[in-house]
């Protein structure tokens, strides 16, 4: 049951720590491809 408790609080940090890292990947890929350009 414990295991279950610590999985379901990795899967929230998974899913709330995702978004904003993608999307600070995807602007500095923007921010590289304009200064390559």
Known sequence: M???NIKS???KLF???IPPF???FSDK???VQS???
Request: proline share 0%; hydrophobic share 55%; with cysteine.
């Open 22 to 24: 993608l999307y600070a």
């Open 2 to 4: 414990n295991k279950w």
């Open 35 to 37: 200064n390559i350009i």
């Open 29 to 31: 890929l923007d921010y």
């Open 9 to 11: 609080i990795c899967y």
């Open 15 to 17: 899913v709330f720590a």
